[in-house]
């Protein structure tokens, strides 16, 4: 069956620290990979994506990810955290075919120390 | 451009009561995609549009929900009879892709949350 697995329900951090939130997938074949962030009462918001290419995807507010393959992971990585980054954190999968379906994982809180 | 669009932002009902809810996706885009986002929990997607058809409904619990895009554009959600597992955020999100992926981003609104008492 088609799934995405974030294994951590809540991370904290302190400021300055570095970031790693897990994801893995289980697919058929490799499918497009995103990460998106929901700030509280807002909506989502794509941070990255991955097709195809480079495995080290940038995104934006300083968020990268890297895909393996081997180890059907997407994993989303900062190397300095913000306490404006305090937030929930989707990891979210698309077959590649032209059904534009996305799937999320259910979620990982962050949680910021000063 | 102005985003997704939603309404109302809150709302709590009875149980056994109904609710609607209306989306109104960014202009141009052709996928309109209502998602269930229940506390503790991820995005669940519910019904996908593809211009006024059903690409997606499996989802759906279709004695109870219903949704519509009559036009291509805007999108109403209903639920009726509601029930206490029902208490969620619906979120509603838009997308145009080009061919493919490659620019296909989903554009989330900031959702309806529902409490039913």
């Known amino acids: 069956a088609q799934s995405v697995t974030q294994p951590d329900i809540h991370i904290t951090v302190s400021e300055g620290a570095s970031l790693e939130l897990r994801c893995n997938y289980s697919y058929g074949a490799t499918p497009y990979l995103f990460w998106y962030v929901q700030s509280p009462g807002q909506g989502l918001q794509l941070l990255l994506k991955y097709f195809s290419g480079d495995t080290l995807v940038q995104g934006i507010k300083g968020f990268e990810a890297e895909f393996k393959r081997s180890q059907s992971s997407f994993n989303l990585r900062k190397p300095s955290v913000h306490w404006s980054d305090a937030a929930e954190y989707f990891c979210a999968v698309a077959p590649m075919d032209s059904s534009y379906k996305l799937i999320f994982g259910s979620g990982t809180r962050l949680l910021v120390r000063p | ?117």
């Not at chain 2, 669009?5 to 960014?26: D, G, H, L, T």
């Not at chain 2, 309109?32 to 019904?47: D, R």
Request: hydrophobic share 35%.
């Open chain 2, 1 to 117: 451009e102005a985003g997704v669009a939603q309404s109302p932002r809150y709302k709590i009902i009875e149980k056994r009561q109904s609710v609607a809810f209306w989306c109104n996706p960014i202009s141009g885009h052709a996928t309109l995609y209502w998602y269930q986002q229940i506390l503790g929990q991820g995005p669940k997607l519910l019904i996908q549009f593809q211009n006024n058809g059903v690409v997606d409904d499996s989802q759906l619990p279709k004695d109870r929900f219903s949704a519509e895009r009559l036009k291509g554009v805007d999108s109403t959600l209903k639920i009726q009879p509601a029930k206490l597992e029902d208490s969620a955020v619906y979120l509603c999100a838009s997308s145009f892709p080009q061919g493919g992926w490659n620019t296909g981003e989903l554009f989330f609104g900031e959702g309806s949350r529902l409490t039913v008492l």
